[in-house]
């Protein structure tokens, strides 16, 4: 699945799940963070959290209300697909904004020096 292919609407079983800038907060809320991707592969409690956190209902705040999918109900071929899913995800997210926030820092560095240069 590559960014190109990536869809923002996963169906399963009938059921609809889109995946909102909310939901990647949350993935990483439910991970712990970036600092916890190491432990994913062999950690199935982190990948149960993960996919949770994608089936989850939310309103308008971003506090649960409920479920897409009952998460205790998914099968296994279904959990992967949704962990897959919502992995790569947040891997494009993560990816993307660490370039792009590495390139303003950079700018902004560029900026001061030149500034200072000219002082």
């Known amino acids: ?3 190109e292919t990536l869809s923002d609407v996963l169906t399963v079983n009938g ?5 909102y800038a909310g939901t990647i907060v949350k993935i990483d809320e439910a ?3 970036f600092s916890k991707l190491d432990d994913l ?3 199935p ?3 149960s ?3 949770d956190a994608i089936v989850a209902k939310y309103d308008e705040d971003g506090n649960r209300d409920g ?7 998914i099968k296994s071929a279904d959990f992967q697909k949704i962990y ?10 993560i990816l993307n904004s660490s370039t792009k926030t590495m390139k303003m820092l950079k700018n902004i560095q560029t900026g001061i020096m030149g500034s200072q240069t000219n002082s």
Request: aromatic letters at 14%; proline letters at 5%.
């Open 15 to 19: 059921i609809t799940i889109t995946m």
């Open 45 to 47: 409690e982190l990948q």
């Open 1 to 3: 699945m590559t960014e």
């Open 84 to 93: 897959e899913w919502g992995l790569k995800h947040y891997e494009v997210f």
């Open 31 to 33: 991970i712990g963070g």
């Open 41 to 43: 592969p062999v950690n």
């Open 67 to 73: 479920y897409l999918i009952s998460p205790f109900t």
């Open 49 to 51: 959290k993960l996919v």
